[in-house]
């Protein structure tokens, strides 16, 4: 029988999740993505996929790897990648505008408090808490994404390998996915190995079919969610004016040379180029911010990492305080404090706005290739890889958690890194500790575990304990 557009629209409605729901729960999970790209997308499984099941297992993974492929933060783009599912362009913008905005306030606040008193240590101690409840829960969704994904033998080597490969030989991040998905690719055409095994295809198919959105699609997919070349071309044109506008208007008006033209141009390059997200482009973007145009001593980019680190939202939003301080010490005719606001706006308007193209536009050819079997096979490799990439991510924010300084150490084609254990930092230690008793042995619950250790780091630094 045919699909008419009644019964897409139908689709599209009944899965019953309404858009004043769905925004308090972005609101939720951009309030609690902390710790990078391993921690927001344990957030979002923790919330989206166990908690509300409005998506499926399967579906969550195979956006993963789509965002995964895209240069921006990957993060930020399954927020509006799911929104857009649930709820057209509009619920893409709500969720990865509420993915960013937590974290810009957060870090405009503290750049204004950084140019003007230093670093804050009560705010520290705060999101010290946090960051070790983040790590807990990366721990788990790191265990809880493994056990679901990595169902067969060869499953289990992809990641291993694409862990050696990212943690011991440090490879570009791209190259780990390419090379995963080839594999998958290749190994489905040979039939020399399979991602799968019917034991588990079976439970998965169970489990989607509870998910909201996987029992609103299964009749048939929306009309937002199908491929439209007219629709595409609209939106193209409309998110390049808004992305790049503000960029030719500030050419026009202050010329090439202009701080705030300097600064919109190097961040629409730098959006273009972050394939692998932030930590694969915050060197390169500390040594031109710094040696290149002087915009930031080496102290301030340490200190913005660390501020960026502590804020809900992207680690990429470091951009913004790049940005922020670049204007901030070369204002012109503006107060530095104004400028450094315009100018750590611009940074985040020209990193993120085009995060919104890349879904709007790929989105719906994802979705109608899901049934094909050698994409699945592709992109089934692509989810072992990620595994890997997110174990090497928790090992990497747990040790910058617990101990203070890490260093890279190299054996031939090797790098490693390795924490000072001089550097042990007991109370995050212990905070780390906490939460993990909080969420795998008392089980608590994720926002408890937030507050617990957020409340518990705060009371630390007022009774000056470790100080």
Sequence with gaps: MAVTA???????????????EALRVWARVAALSFGGPAGQIAVMHRILVEEKRWISETRFLHALNYCMLLPGPEAQQLAIYIGWLLHRIKGGIVAGGLFVLPGFVALMALSWFYVTYGMIPSIQALFLGLKAAVLAVVLEAVLRIGRRALKSRAGLAIAAVAFIAIFFLGLPFPLIIIAAGVAGY?????????LTSAGHAGASAGNDADAALDRAFAHGLPEHVR?????????????????????????????PDGIFTRIAAFFARMAVVTFGGAYAVLAYVAQQAVTTYGWLRPGEMLDGLGLAETTPGPLIIVLQFVGFMGAFHNPGALAPLAAGTLGGILATWTTFTPCFLWIFLGGPYVENLRSNAALNATLSAITAAVVGVILNLAI????????????????????????????????????????????????????????????????????????
């Design 6 to 20: 009644d019964d897409h629209d139908h689709a599209y409605l009944a899965h019953g999740v309404s858009f004043g």
């Design 186 to 194: 290749v190994g489905h055409r040979t039939k020399v190995f399979t």
């Design 227 to 255: 491929p439209n070349t007219r629709r595409a071309v609209i939106l193209t044109a409309i998110i390049l004016c808004l992305w790049l506008g503000p960029l030719l208007a500030l050419f026009l008006i202050t010329g």
């Design 396 to 467: 990497w924010f747990a040790m910058h958690v617990v101990f203070a300084h890490v260093t890279q150490s190299h054996w031939g084609g090797i790098t490693l890194q390795v924490p000072d254990v001089a550097t042990l930092q007991p109370v995050a230690a212990a905070l780390v500790v906490m939460a993990l008793a909080a969420l795998f042995l008392f089980r608590i619950g994720m926002i408890w575990t937030f507050v617990l250790c957020a409340v518990t780091g705060m009371t630390i630094h007022v009774l000056g304990i470790g100080a």
